[in-house]
């Protein structure tokens, strides 16, 4: 079964900083990667996601990651941190065959950007 | 707009009481997701439907039932079996792949906070 793993559960970092949200993987096959950022009492919203191609991967609010193959890791940076980014953030892969597929989400990291 | 609603935002259910919490989309999208949301960890899956009128149990299915009638609509129930149903519970949508591509994201509804009093 693929899986994601997010050793930290929860990420300080002061405003202007850069920032890292660790994310680790365990699949077969091909990754499907996925962050996805919540913020309180609200929904998931779609930051990026790893199919093929770059490593480097840019999404939404400034945020991108890297996929790094021989570490099976995905971790989801952003050069300059901003109080507003303060959220709780998931890894996910997606798992299935023959159409029919699910999204395995990690436990979250609590990111907290402190003025 | 285009999007995932989800209701009512907050329920209170009593012991032994079924609930149903809703869950509608007008993005056009085949699949639908049933997630359950606690503390510390993260999203488990409930339900999920690829097509109307199919569906299939995910990880956490015991004590819990759903429908797909029809292909914007995916309500979730809440049975008297689920021995601890106070949670988080978020609906999603994303595109079916036929080819059974994965390279497709979910979208999100508000969620709704189920109390057990």
């Known amino acids: 079964a693929q899986s994601v793993a997010q050793p930290e559960d929860q990420v300080n970092v002061a405003e202007g900083n850069p920032l890292t949200v660790k994310c680790t993987y365990s699949v077969s096959g091909n990754p499907y990667l996925f962050w996805y950022v919540q913020y309180p009492n609200r929904g998931l919203q779609f930051l990026l996601k790893?199919?093929?191609?770059?490593?480097l991967v840019k999404g939404s609010y400034g945020f991108e990651a890297e996929f790094n193959k021989s570490q099976t890791s995905f971790h989801l940076k952003k050069p300059s941190a901003l109080v507003s980014d303060s959220a709780l953030y998931f890894c996910?892969?997606?798992?299935?065959?023959?159409?029919?597929?699910?999204?395995?989400f990690g436990a979250g990291t609590r990111l907290a950007v402190h003025p | 707009d285009g999007g995932i609603t989800q209701s009512p935002k907050y329920l209170f259910r009593k012991e032994g009481q079924n609930v149903t919490l809703s869950c509608e989309q007008n993005?056009?999208?085949?699949?639908m997701y049933w997630y359950r949301q606690d503390p510390g960890q993260g999203l488990r899956l409930i339900y999920y439907?690829?097509?109307?009128?199919?569906?299939q149990k995910g990880d956490i299915a015991e004590g819990y039932s759903v429908s797909r009638e029809k292909k914007e609509s995916f309500p979730l129930t809440v049975t008297s079996a689920q021995k601890n149903p106070t949670a988080f519970y978020l609906c999603a949508s994303s595109i079916r792949d036929s080819l059974g591509l994965m390279n497709t994201e979910a979208f999100f509804g508000q969620g709704t906070r189920l109390t057990v009093v």
């Open positions: 993005l056009n999208h085949d699949a």
């Open positions: 996910a892969v997606r798992e299935g065959a023959g159409g029919y597929n699910k999204l395995i």
């Open positions: 790893y199919i093929t191609g770059d490593n």
């Open positions: 439907s690829q097509i109307v009128n199919d569906f």
